[in-house]
């Protein structure tokens, strides 16, 4: 049963990694993936596994912006470290919506964990990814100095929408910050510095809602899972940002809609 689980964490760690920065949601994603493996009843199907693994993910984002994100650095100039200053306190102003509106919303979004809202969702943001792609609105934010608070707290506004199940966090903050004039790298940016306090905040309150109670073996598959996902989230993230820089998101779009239909035709015909 171990050797099982290390294989699920594995494939889970990879499938982390690879969704919860791309915007093609890992909901959509966990759930086929969990139906292949026919993962039910275990400690990789627990909601607190698949909350905590998120960590990993994270820490790769710490990792690979540590000095920009580092408002401290030595390295810095005056200059430098007032806007890094500046950058954190957008993140935090973005990080209201959620914590307001999200915790107040977040219990009631239980019941739509379902294949019928996520097939929705993947499908209605594939869509609105490639219509955003095709109107000609002219980029205003183009570094993050850029960006006012108005705009920040707007974009944590379109995050909240990621409470619903398929609609993807990344997903949800570039495409809500590409419609506010925010360049693609730029959005693509925020969003990776905005899932630090939320996924921390989300994690510590899953952690607080259900306990860090486990044995041994199951302290070895999160950690592996982690560390997968943190593996993976690393390359990612370079990913998306070195593809942003010469491609649109329309591809995105249209990966969303496919998987979308995927996920109905599953359910339904077999």
Same mark, same amino acid.
Request: charged share 15%.
């Given at each position: 049963?171990?050797?099982?689980?290390?294989?699920?964490?594995?494939?889970?760690?990879?499938?982390?990694?690879?969704?919860?920065?791309?915007?093609?949601?890992? !909901?959509?994603?966990? +759930?086929?993936?969990?139906?292949?493996?026919?993962?039910?009843?275990?400690?990789?199907?627990?909601?607190?596994?698949?909350?905590?693994?998120?960590?990993?993910?994270?820490?790769?984002?710490?990792?690979?912006?540590?000095?920009?994100?580092?408002?401290?650095?030595?390295? *810095?100039?005056?200059?430098?470290?007032?806007?890094?200053?500046?950058?954190?306190? *957008?993140?935090?102003?973005?990080?209201?919506?959620?914590?307001?509106?999200?915790?107040? +919303?977040?219990?009631?979004?239980? *019941?739509?964990?379902?294949?019928?809202?996520?097939?929705?969702?993947?499908?209605?943001?594939?869509?609105?990814?490639?219509?955003?792609?095709?109107?000609?609105?002219?980029?205003?934010?183009? !570094?993050?100095?850029?960006?006012?608070?108005?705009?920040?707290?707007?974009?944590?506004?379109?995050?909240?929408?990621?409470? +619903?199940?398929?609609?993807?966090?990344?997903?949800? !903050?570039?495409?809500?910050?590409?419609?506010?004039?925010?360049?693609?790298?730029?959005?693509?940016?925020?969003?990776?510095?905005?899932? +630090?306090?939320?996924?921390?905040?989300?994690?510590?309150?899953?952690?607080? *809602?259900?306990?860090?109670?486990?044995?041994?073996?199951?302290?070895?598959?999160?950690?592996?899972?982690?560390?997968?996902?943190?593996?993976?989230?690393?390359?990612?993230?370079?990913?998306?940002?070195?593809?942003?820089?010469?491609?649109?998101?329309?591809?995105?779009?249209?990966?969303?809609?496919?998987?979308?239909?995927?996920?109905?035709?599953?359910?339904?015909?077999?």
């Amino acid at each position: 049963m171990f050797i099982i689980e290390m294989i699920r964490t594995f494939i889970l760690g990879i499938v982390e990694g690879v969704t919860e920065w791309l915007p093609i949601s890992s !909901t959509g994603h966990m +759930i086929l993936v969990n139906e292949f493996l026919r993962n039910e009843n275990s400690f990789t199907s627990s909601d607190l596994y698949l909350y905590v693994i998120q960590l990993g993910a994270i820490l790769a984002v710490v990792t690979l912006y540590f000095r920009k994100l580092n408002p401290f650095a030595p390295s *810095k100039s005056g200059a430098e470290k007032i806007g890094t200053w500046n950058m954190w306190g *957008k993140v935090i102003v973005a990080c209201i919506p959620a914590a307001v509106i999200g915790l107040l +919303i977040d219990p009631l979004m239980e *019941k739509f964990e379902n294949w019928q809202v996520v097939s929705a969702t993947l499908i209605i943001y594939g869509v609105a990814f490639i219509l955003t792609e095709r109107i000609n609105k002219k980029t205003t934010v183009l !570094t993050m100095d850029d960006m006012n608070y108005k705009t920040a707290l707007l974009i944590g506004a379109f995050q909240v929408l990621s409470i +619903i199940p398929g609609t993807s966090r990344s997903g949800s !903050t570039i495409l809500g910050a590409m419609l506010l004039g925010c360049s693609r790298s730029v959005a693509a940016e925020f969003s990776f510095f905005l899932a +630090i306090p939320v996924m921390f905040g989300v994690s510590l309150l899953k952690i607080l *809602k259900y306990g860090l109670v486990m044995n041994a073996q199951d302290a070895i598959v999160l950690l592996s899972g982690m560390a997968v996902a943190y593996i993976v989230s690393m390359l990612s993230i370079k990913f998306l940002m070195n593809y942003v820089r010469k491609h649109d998101f329309k591809a995105f779009g249209v990966y969303r809609i496919i998987l979308g239909i995927v996920v109905i035709l599953y359910f339904v015909l077999i």
